[in-house]
Each structure stands twice: as structure tokens, then as C-alpha cells.
Nanobody
Framework: VQLQASGGGLVQAGGSLRLSCAASGRTFSNYVMGWFRQAPGKEREFVAAISWSSGYNTYYADSVKGRFTISRDNAKNTVYLQMNSLKAEETAVYYC?????????????????WGQGTQVTVSS
């Protein structure tokens, strides 16, 4: 599976961005998709994940609940991360990740495939 993340950029605190991750190479609908982020000098951390089944169960880090929304369009092989009310401390490179499966795991070591990342900079 090849993943291509896009949509990052510079935004003021309180603003919004929508990230996209286009997948290719395999049957996208069989894969759990996730978003992670890594700030300079920090470890990569979980942000959100979504299952592939018709229920599309979603999971979020506590820090983003109520502000971020993960969604997917299996017909377009794309997963999205809508980010609202962004904070300066959320400046990071955002990565999408994938793994074939039915049960979501939020541990970064569980995911098999990673995109190249997209930079999100939130100015205060």
C-alpha cells in the first residue's frame, strides 16, 4: 500500500485544516487507517483511526476529541482528517498509516504502511 498525505500548511491558532491521505496498491476498504503526528524532538503520537467496516468505528486521542474528525471514502481510496480549533502546540508533521485488519489498534508499531507526512504549522 502506498500512502500520499496532503493538505498541510500554515494556519492561525483557532483555525482549521483538512488533511487527505490517498491510498493505492491494495484494496483500501480492507485496511484500518490512522493519523499520527510528530513534533520536533518528540515521539510520534496517535491522533485518530478509523476501521474499514461499514460501521466505520472511529478512535481519537483525548487531546483532539471534539475538534478533529477522521473519515474515509472507500470509493476514492482516501482518508481525511478534519482539524478544527487548532492550537500552536499541534504544530507537527502529520502522517497517515494503514494496516489490513478489522480491529483498530492505536499503537504506532501496529501499523504497517506509512505516508511521507505533511507539515502542519499553527501560529499563535
Amino acid at each position: 500500500v502506498q500512502l500520499q498525505a496532503s493538505g498541510g500548511g500554515l494556519v492561525q491558532a483557532g483555525g482549521s485544516l483538512r488533511l487527505s491521505c490517498a491510498a493505492s496498491g491494495r484494496t483500501f476498504s480492507n485496511y484500518v487507517m490512522g493519523w499520527f503526528r510528530q513534533a520536533p524532538g518528540k515521539e510520534r503520537e496517535f491522533v485518530a483511526a478509523i476501521s474499514w467496516s461499514s460501521g466505520y468505528n472511529t478512535y481519537y486521542a483525548d487531546s483532539v476529541k471534539g475538534r478533529f474528525t477522521i473519515s474515509r471514502d472507500n470509493a476514492k481510496n482516501t482518508v481525511y482528517l478534519q482539524m478544527n480549533s487548532l492550537k500552536a502546540e499541534e504544530t507537527a508533521v502529520y502522517y497517515c498509516a494503514a494496516r489490513r485488519g478489522t480491529v483498530v489498534n492505536t499503537n504506532k508499531s501496529w501499523f504497517e504502511y506509512w505516508g511521507q507526512g505533511t507539515q502542519v504549522t499553527v501560529s499563535s
